[in-house]
C-alpha cells in the first residue's frame, strides 16, 4: 500500500515539474569554439535524463560482462582444484602400491595443478623415496620443517637418509629435534637410542630412557629391561677407561631396577674388585648364586681377590657349592677350579654326571670341553681328548627344545 502511494506521490512530482518547464521553459545558450547552441531547458534537461540512462545501462553491462568472467575463472580454478585433489589421491595410491612410474606421473600432475601445497610436498617426497631420488627427497623433506604440522614428517625421511648414508650425528640430530617437541613420536626415541647405543655414547641412551617419550613408548618391564641393560654398558664402559668407582655406582643401580639381576652382580663384582674390595661384593655374588647360578657369576667371584693361586680358588670356589652343590654351574665352576688346580679326581667326578642324555645341550657341550682339557693335561691323551671335543660339538649342533621360538621379523634380522 505504501508503495503504491510513493508511487503516486512521484508520478504526481514528475508531472508537476513537465507543467512547470512548459510554462516557463526558460533559454540555454552555449558557445565553444565558435559554435553556438540555443535551446531551452526543458530540452538540456531531457538530454541529460538520456545521457545519465545510457551511462547507467553501459555500467550495469561491464558489471555483467565482469561476473561472467570471475564465474568462468571461479569455475576455472574449482576443476584445477578437483583435478588437482584426484591426481594426489592417486599419487598416493601409487606411492602404498609400489608404483613409481604411475607415482611420478601423479606427482607432477598434482604440482602442476596444486602448485605449493603441503599435500603436494608430502607426495613428492614419498614418490622421491620410492624411486630412491636422494635429491629430491632432501629437498621436499626441507621444504616440510618450515610448517609444525608437517616438521615431523621431513624429519622423518631426513634422520632415515643420514643413517642409510651412514651419517650418524646428522640423524642423530634430527631424532633428537623431533624429540624436542611436545608431540614427539616413538620413531624419534627408538632411532635416537639405537643411534646412541651403536655409537656407544651410554650415557646419553641412559638420558634418553629418563624422559617421559620413552616412559611412555615402552612397556614398564621392557623399559626397565633395557635401562638396565645400558646402565650396565656404561658400567663396563667406565671401569674400561678405569673409573671403577663409578661403574660400582652405575652397577648398583642396574641391581636397584632389577632388569639383568645376573648381569647387574657380575659387573658391580668386578666394578669392587677393581677397586680392592672384592670381599665386600662376595656377600651380593652368593645371595645371587643361591637363586640363579651363572657362569658370569662365578667367573665374576673368581676376580674379586687378585693374586689368588689356583688351589685357594679351588678351596674359595666351595663357598658356592655348599649354596647348591648339585646344580649344573655348581659343578661346572668347582669342576673348572679343580681342574686349573690339578684336581683331576674332583674335577672328573663333578663333570660325569652333566654328560649323560637329558642334560642340557649346552652344559654337555662345556663339560665335555672340560673333561678333553683333563684328558690332554693329566695324561696327554690327544685320542680321548678328541673324542671329548667331539662330543661337545655334536652337543653343541643339537637344537634347544626350551628356547622360545623367534618371531619372524627377528628371523628376518639374523
Known sequence: ????????????????????????????????????????????????????????????GLAVLTGALKAFKAARRERRFNRGLASLADGFAA???????????????????????????????????????????????????????????????????????GDSVGALGYAKRALARKDAPAWAIEMALDLSIAAGFWRDAVALMDTRIARNTFAREDHRRIKTRLLLQQARAELKNGDAQNAASLAKKAIDLGGAPVAATAAYARAMAAQGKGRKAAHLVEKMWSTTPHADLAAAYRVLIPGETALEWARRVDNLARIDADHAETRLAVAQASLDAQLWGQARNRLMPLTEEGVDADIRARAARILADIEHRERGDSEKAAEWLRIALDARREPDAHASPRRVMDLARV
Open 1 to 60: 500500500m505504501l508503495r503504491i502511494v510513493f508511487y503516486i506521490l512521484g508520478l504526481a512530482l514528475l508531472v508537476a515539474a513537465a507543467v512547470w518547464l512548459a510554462n516557463d521553459p526558460g533559454t540555454l545558450s552555449l558557445e565553444w569554439r565558435g559554435w553556438r547552441i540555443d535551446s531551452s531547458a526543458s530540452v538540456l534537461l531531457a538530454v541529460m535524463v538520456v545521457l545519465v540512462l545510457l551511462a547507467a545501462l553501459l555500467l550495469r
Open 95 to 165: 606411492v602404498q602400491s609400489r608404483q613409481t612410474t604411475a607415482a611420478r606421473r601423479f606427482s607432477k600432475e598434482a604440482s602442476n595443478l596444486l602448485s605449493a601445497n603441503p599435500a603436494v610436498l608430502m607426495l613428492r617426497k614419498e614418490t622421491a623415496e620410492l624411486a630412491g631420488d636422494a635429491k629430491e627427497m632432501k629437498e621436499t623433506a626441507t621444504a616440510l620443517l618450515e610448517r609444525p604440522q608437517t616438521e615431523l614428517s621431513g624429519l622423518r625421511s631426513l634422520a632415515v637418509k643420514a643413517a642409510a648414508d
